[in-house]
Structure formats: structure tokens, C-alpha cells
């Protein structure tokens, strides 16, 4: 079990810091977290999908919150209502292998006219294997591989602003801690 000890704390001395919840996405997530999930919760999210999350992201749904407090506007619960991906939540879109191991974007694949039509580069299939942790804000979203070669590690879907689909190299317990100790 992966340990993350002093998460809370260290969330209630940032909250302490900016009562006025300034920094970038805090109004949203007012640096709370939700109670962790329940691990029969857990373990029915991971029947239903046919994927086990990777070992730091269940440790920290188990142990310290099932969302709330987090990079930008905060992590999403499983399976949350306000996530914009309907699409992942259908039978074998966990399950599918991630697309990528390294950086993805239209422009790459397309040189000569540096297009594809939008409903292609928005396709779903693009994000297969990934799971939607957290808003960055603008149509940007922080996806964890949950299925595949980048299994564990974070990637940003940016295509909302053509920035593409690429890796950021942290896996979810290195991309939380970042955030969470930046002063």
C-alpha cells in the first residue's frame, strides 16, 4: 500500500494560506476532499469496467478521498455526473488498451493539410484506457492510464484547445504530490 500520509494536513495548511481561495481552481474545490470510497464501491467500479486503477490512485481513493481537493478545479469522483465523458463509463472503454506511448496530435498525423475533422480528433477512441481525474479548465482534462503500456501515468487532453494528447511522465502519486506541495 502506497502511504499518503499527511495529505490532509497539508491541504489544511494551503487552505489556511489562501482563505480567499486564489490559487488557480480552489474556489471550486475549496481544499476538501471527499470521504474515501468505500473499497466494495471500489471493487464493484473495477468488475463493472474489467480493469484494477493503478496501486497509488486506489490507495489514495481508499485512504484519503474519493475526490475534492486537487490539481486545477480538482479531482473527479468515479463515475461523477459532472464528468463530460459519457463515453467511458460504456462497457470496455477502461479495458481498452491506452493508444499512445508517446504525445498525439492532429497536426503530427496530418502534415500536408493538418486536419482531421473534428469529429475524429474528438473521437473516443483516442482516450480508450484512460480514465478522467481532474478539469484543468478551457476543455482541458488530466486523464490516468488505466489500461495499457502507459498504465499508471498521467496525460493531458488538450485537443479542446488543439493542443493534442500527451504525457506528463508523473504517475497519479508524483502528479498529486507536485501539486500538493507547490507553495
Do not use: K
Request: aromatic share 14%.
Amino acid at each position: 500500500m502506497v502511504s499518503w500520509d499527511g495529505v490532509r494536513e497539508r491541504l489544511a495548511e494551503l487552505a489556511a494560506a489562501d482563505p480567499g481561495f486564489e490559487r488557480f481552481g480552489a474556489n471550486r474545490h475549496e481544499y476538501r476532499l471527499g470521504p474515501p470510497l468505500p473499497r466494495a464501491e471500489l471493487a464493484e467500479f473495477e468488475a463493472r469496467h474489467g480493469v484494477t486503477l493503478p496501486e497509488d490512485y486506489r490507495d489514495f481513493l481508499l485512504t484519503v478521498g474519493g475526490h475534492g481537493a486537487g490539481p486545477y478545479y480538482g479531482l473527479y469522483s468515479l463515475g461523477a455526473p459532472e464528468c463530460p465523458d459519457e463515453d467511458e463509463w460504456r462497457a470496455g472503454f477502461l479495458s481498452t488498451p491506452f493508444p499512445h506511448t508517446s504525445g498525439w496530435n492532429r497536426a503530427e498525423h496530418h502534415p500536408v493539410d493538418n486536419e482531421i475533422p473534428d469529429d475524429r480528433y474528438f473521437d473516443q477512441r483516442w482516450i480508450t484506457g484512460s480514465l478522467n481525474v481532474a478539469h484543468f479548465g478551457c476543455g482541458a482534462y488530466f486523464r490516468l492510464v488505466v489500461a495499457g503500456p502507459e498504465r499508471g501515468r498521467v496525460w493531458f487532453d488538450d485537443r479542446a484547445s488543439d493542443g493534442g494528447i500527451s504525457p506528463s511522465d508523473l504517475h497519479f502519486r508524483e502528479w498529486y504530490l507536485e501539486w500538493l506541495n507547490q507553495p
